[in-house]
């Protein structure tokens, strides 16, 4: 087991029993405890958990200002039998350090974010819903902290993991623009990153796209507008005719987690999986020749999120029905599944807390 020395302050007043943990708005109520890491002197210097609570910053603060900020996005789960677990915790350890590279922030070190993570799961276990499509959401960051003005790397961090529960999760089919003015990520930039600036870019042209009746983006490619990427924060899936085909991975798309594991089932059950590019024209030829079979998008917030429409331009097509989509409605169902504890974890996925 990783250890790390964490000093523990357990809330004296656990605001657990204000809440229906299986029902209520997602990321607006925070579990009891939270975890923080302090960097300094060009080193990791404590770790410690306290009651969760607001913390006092200088309006110099350098990520405030120079955007050196990433976060992660994860979630546990409880089996009926009540043992808690986490889904592929340590492929979030490894992309949190990808984007501390490229952001010139500083890796954080597996046993201050595992064992952060598994401490703070123990207290606040009882915030895991059990209901079936609930789940402990759990959002680890990384923010520079020097009071500082002036564009250079901050010498002071703060690696925070915060959770709150995410209670009956619905995703209705959502219809998507293909984005062909504004751009989310070029070669050589930090689309393959989780920075907040990222975010921060995408909701002006998210906003101008739900104007127009649609509920997110699809990105393409920035020098030509012609390849898809991916759509808002998710990775997205087709499936062609038989084959599962998805935009390969680049610097330019961010490796999703739900994405690489969508892959990986479809490869255990022995359907061809293409990562590659996928050009607009080759959809629009799929949709009018009919093997355009199952669009959607993944991500750690739906898992699975149905695409029933897609608009190009002055055009709008419209896809299968989500009742005929059987690929993506089993990877919903064994992923639901393998996360409450009953569909076995052939992959080795899941994280117990113990
Ligand atoms: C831009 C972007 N793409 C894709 C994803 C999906 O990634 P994951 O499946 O790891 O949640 C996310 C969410 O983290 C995202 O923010």
Redesign the pocket.
Known sequence: MINADIKIEKTTQSRVDNYDVNNVPFGKCFSDHMFIAEYANGKWEKSYITPYRDFPMSYAMSALHYGQAIFE??KAYKSDSGEVSVFRPL??FN?LNISAIRMAMPEVPEEIFMGGLMELLKLDSAWVPSSETGSLYIRPFLIATDEAIGVKPSETYKFIIITCPAGKYYSEPIKVLIETTYI?AVEGGVGFV?AAG??GRSMYPTRLAQQKGYQQVIWTDGKTHSYLE?S????LIFVIGDTVVTPALSDT???????SSVLALAREWGMKVEERKVSITEIVEAHKNGTLKEVFG????ATIAQIIGIGYEDDYYSLPPVEERTFSTKIDETLRGIRKGKVADNMGWMHKVQ
């Open positions: 996005g994860m492929d979030n992309r989310r989780k990222n975010y991916e808002g924060t998710m990775n798309i961010l490796a999703g987690i739900t994405r993944t991500g750690t917030a």
